[in-house]
């Protein structure tokens, strides 16, 4: 299985270090110096990390084969994707690979249907589901506890506690 650990930003320096957005709970492991990452898109990489670093509060990371900035600057917005065990799970029971989260159902606590998630959305400072809807619609809800409160692996759902006006003409249909 792959999971996306990270985003390259833009070129730090003269000797190729590049800016990384961290999308993994687990930097250490995932972004450590030999850690070899698989890129989308697959032309740039594979990618092996030779040296990385914390600067001002940014994960700094230089890659084998990338000797200076022009080099790193080619690599922006460049996902780096991990293999992952299929059987590995996080350790926090309230962390989740974005895998686990893809096709549940998702429900209101109330029980009202809502869709099905598509995928993740990993912006910078949440995430998140992007549900589609049985119209064929899509609605973003964002992956916090206050309005994800629970998420069910056997039973394949994840219940949502919109707040008024998220999930917009749905919002009208159960309100009445």
Known sequence: MQLVVGRIGRAHGIKGEVTVEVRTDEPELRLGPGAVLLTDPPSVGPLTIETGRVHSGRLLLRFEGVPDRTAAEGLRNTLLIAEVDPEEVPEDPEEFYDHQLIDLDVVT????????????????????????????????????????????????????????????????????
């Open 109 to 176: 606590v109330e029980g009202a249907e809502v869709g099905r998630i598509a995928e993740i959305a990993h912006l910078p400072y949440q995430d998140l589901l992007v549900v589609r809807r049985k119209d064929g619609g899509e609605v973003l809800i964002p992956f916090v506890s206050e309005i994800v409160p629970e998420i069910d692996l056997e039973e394949q759902r994840a219940v949502i506690d919109p707040p008024p006006g998220l999930l917009g003409d749905l919002d009208e249909d159960t309100h009445r």
